[in-house]
């Protein structure tokens, strides 16, 4: 082998060996061409904004979608949760508040989207979502002891129910008419960082959450007939300082400027 070749070889071989010398890592943030930003004013707000966008394709500019509308969080505000983005990434200060079970905060960060459901049999028409339909057996576990610790589970299902703790999801006013569940400290799941969170109805302007993101109804069926599972939708929530400093530092290209 000449010497010309094997140094070739050697060079290509680094290149494959050590990308992140030369490349940025790769997150969720450069798959979405859907995104939900959702921003107050501090870390103890409870009202705030949510703003839609879209893109064709993941280096295209973000377009706004519609018109911003309020949006309430959780009854003591908002905290770093467990998301996609590590806190480390986003970067988070030692002293910012972070998500813990019970609380009453909702979690900021970036997050995925899951499964929509309600109390219809059937899903808003022209929805893309997958959609769970809610029954009086259908309970979101919130006792960090369980093995199905922030899961939305049918308790018809389990031969042994080992949880103490759980929220019904059928319940008897409107909040969960209709709702998405938001992929919060799912991946991994770690007991006591928080559970069952959603976008849903909320009770009205100004009225906080036990830690979720909540709206007028109109605006979730909006959401949900506008979610489209093949655009990677994602929600990025937090106080609109975190939010320019996160958008500055991760390049603000990848997330859209916000009214």
Known sequence: MSKVLRFSLLAI???????????RAHDALDDARQIVVVTTT???SVSGTLQRFERGGSHDKWTAVGQPFPIVVGKTGLAWGNGLITT???GADAGD?????????????????????????QLLAG???SYMHLTPSIECVDDVKSQHYNRIVDR??????DWSSSEQMLR????YQWGVYVDHNANPTRPGGGSCIFLHIWRGAGQGTVGCTAMPKEDIEQLIEWF?????????QMPRAQYDKVRRRLESSRLPAVN
């Open 13 to 23: 071989c680094a290149v494959g060996l050590f990308p992140t010398l030369t490349a």
């Open 228 to 236: 489209d599972p093949a655009k990677l939708p994602l929600l990025v």
């Open 42 to 44: 501090d870390w103890n």
């Open 88 to 90: 480390e990434r986003l």
């Open 127 to 129: 929805s893309r979502m």
């Open 156 to 161: 018809q299902n389990i031969s042994a129910p």
């Open 172 to 175: 008897n006013d409107e909040l």
């Open 97 to 121: 508040p972070v998500k813990r079970e019970g609380d009453g905060k909702a979690p900021a960060g970036v997050f995925s989207l899951g499964t929509a459901f309600g109390y219809e049999p």
